[in-house]
């Protein structure tokens, strides 16, 4: 068992140091926190599968410090890739094009002819990356299966012993993980929604893409790899309530169970009485924004004796897309329904 350090971001050249060694540092982003290796170093990528117990065949993000960086890899860079380098990176939009063949590590790509690149909004890890001098991996650094880290303290809870450290930063921004696009395909396809929406995208391309919001049938789009797994997902069963249902789906749950938690934005906290004693809460701030910041610390934040969790449901608008992505996967599509 390795010691696993916090490393303050002052101390990046040490954090530097232990993944040239091929040791595994986690490391902040403005969207969840990653788990990093050298993205050449065969070895070292192997054992991020290992430390995160994924299975083989779900490729990673190479995580980049700068255009130039990524383009070392890329084989034919399609013209609408200038436009989104431009637009939002660094941020949080990840993309997926064909690789020079033997450029990367298989195990980087799942053996596939294409990658997934991110250059995220961090300075930090950005300086990191410079610091090592070659691309990271950057799976999210939770155990696979559980809630994606959106703390230091969430990573070391996952994978103590596992890592040789975590690079602290303090709590992530956006919360969710990026938003995926295909630039490999004839269309452009969005994979996974994340902060970067279908309509930033549209706007900048000045083209219609594929996403799965647009499709009849869901299953004729494709998806990350990633996405097929179960994700997210505490001990309890997730429940998910929309507006106007609290107090329907309260007297249900006080009804139906013994234990259960609440994850709502303040203004249905307030309304829930606390002169109950069975239930506990969570709050999700003020609106969606915040509700994305905090839904995986939520879904982490119950006891494991808790049998339901309800969680506040948002429209299918702007991030309101990634957040019920994700919160659908946790409950496996549970809608309260009286
Ligand atoms: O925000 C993020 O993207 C975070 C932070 C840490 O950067 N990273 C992240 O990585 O979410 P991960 O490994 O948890 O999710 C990456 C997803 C997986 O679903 C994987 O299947 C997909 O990207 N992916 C990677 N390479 C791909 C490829 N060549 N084609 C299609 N999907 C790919
Ligand atoms: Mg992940």
């Known amino acids: ?25 986690a490391f902040p982003t403005e969207t969840v926190y990653g788990l990093g290796a050298v993205a050449t170093n065969e070895k070292a990528v192997k054992r991020v599968y290992l430390a995160k117990g ?14 130039e960086m990524a383009k070392k890899y890329i084989l034919d860079l399609p013209a609408e890739a200038n436009l989104l380098f431009e637009k939002f990176w660094p941020g949080s939009l990840t993309l997926i094009f064909k690789i020079k063949p033997g450029s990367l590590p298989s195990v980087v790509t799942g053996g596939l002819k294409t990658a997934a690149f991110r250059m995220p909004n961090n300075p930090v890890t950005r300086e990191l990356i410079h610091l090592v001098g070659e691309p990271l991996v950057g799976p999210s650094a939770n155990s696979s299966g559980k809630p994606s880290p959106t703390t230091a303290q969430h990573v070391m809870h996952d994978l103590e012993g596992r890592i040789a450290g975590i690079v602290d930063d303090g709590p992530a ?8 696009l295909d630039l490999s395909t004839a269309t452009p396809t969005v994979l996974r ?7 930033e995208l ?3 391309l000045g083209c219609e893409i594929n996403s799965e919001k647009k499709q009849v049938d869901i299953n004729e789009v494709p998806k990350a790899p990633g996405m097929k797994y179960k994700h997210y997902a505490p001990d309890a069963q997730v429940v998910i309530v929309n507006e106007n249902q609290w107090s329907d789906a309260l007297e249900w749950a006080q009804k139906n169970t013994h234990q259960f938690g609440v994850m709502a934005t303040e203004n249905i906290l307030t309304k829930i009485s606390t002169k109950s004693h069975s ?7 003020t609106d969606v924004t915040t509700a994305t910041q905090k839904l995986f610390e939520g879904l982490r934040y119950f006891p494991e004796e808790m049998e339901y969790i309800l969680v506040q449901g948002f429209p299918e608008k702007g991030v309101g897309a990634a957040y019920m992505n994700r919160l659908k996967k946790a409950a496996g599509n549970y809608f309260f329904e009286n």
């Open 1 to 25: 068992m390795l010691i696993t350090k916090y490393y303050q971001t002052d101390e990046l050249s040490q954090a530097a140091n232990e993944l040239r060694l091929g040791e595994l540092v």
């Open 279 to 285: 239930i506990q809460l969570f709050s999700l701030g």
């Open 173 to 180: 921004q956006v919360g969710v993980e990026s938003t995926i």
């Open 54 to 67: 994924r299975p083989s065949d779900n490729p990673l993000i190479v995580t980049v410090d700068s255009v």
């Open 193 to 199: 929604p994340g902060a970067v929406t279908v309509e």
């Open 202 to 204: 549209e706007s900048v």
